[in-house]
Every structure is written in structure tokens, then in C-alpha cells.
């Protein structure tokens, strides 16, 4: 069974950094893009950023370009999303996805407050 499950998620104060990590199961994690996701409270779901898993390619949400950053570690199966200079908008629940034949898996969330 495919499996993703975020943690690194916690309360930190504007101007702040967190550390994102996502583990992988149940599937050959270096053939798919890897993702990250956030969901803040009355608001839908939106992409922050994405990897590829053979040539390294990202894609960074404009609301975070220069402030966060994504990895992987292939030997590992892990994902990584660094946050720096967080801010209260930055609140949410993040994920990490993978769409496997166009089928989407989502890891549990991690819950990431940023105050002011």
C-alpha cells in the first residue's frame, strides 16, 4: 500500500523556520514527483511545492519562492519542505502527495501556526 506520512509540523513565531519531512512507503519512490501541500483553516487546499525524483526539477508556489525550499533523499524515500522566514499566512496543514496513474495519496498532515 502506498503510504506518505508528514511530521516537522509545530507553533513557531513570524520570521520563524520549520522543517518539513515526509516518509514514503509502497511504491518506487525515485519514479514520482513528490509534493507538498497546504490546507489553512475555511480555505481550499493549494499547492506549495513539488520535486521530481529523477532530475531534481522544482516548482515553487510564488508565495513561497525564496523561502522554501524542497528535497528528497531517493535512498531514503524521504521528503523535505525547509520553511524559513514563516509567516502567519504560512498557517495551515501541509502535506505531502503523490499522484501514482493519476491517483492521488496524501500523508496525514502536519499542523504548522505561525504567529505574529
Known amino acids: 500500500d502506498v503510504q506518505l506520512q508528514a511530521s516537522g509540523g509545530g507553533s513557531v513565531q513570524a520570521g520563524g523556520s520549520l522543517r518539513l519531512s515526509c516518509v514514503a512507503s509502497?511504491?518506487?519512490?525515485?519514479?514520482?514527483?513528490i509534493g507538498w501541500f497546504r490546507q489553512a483553516p475555511g480555505k481550499e487546499r493549494e499547492g506549495v511545492s513539488c520535486m521530481d525524483g529523477y532530475d531534481g526539477r522544482t516548482v515553487y508556489a510564488d508565495s513561497v519562492k525564496g523561502r522554501f525550499t524542497i528535497s528528497r533523499d531517493n535512498a531514503k524515500d524521504m521528503a523535505y519542505l525547509q520553511m524559513n522566514s514563516l509567516k502567519p499566512e504560512d498557517t495551515a496543514v501541509y502535506y505531502c502527495?503523490?499522484?501514482?496513474?493519476?491517483?492521488?495519496?496524501w500523508g496525514q498532515g502536519t499542523q504548522v501556526t505561525v504567529s505574529s
Open positions: 502527495n503523490v499522484r501514482i496513474f493519476r491517483l492521488d495519496y
Open positions: 509502497g511504491f518506487n519512490f525515485e519514479q514520482y514527483i
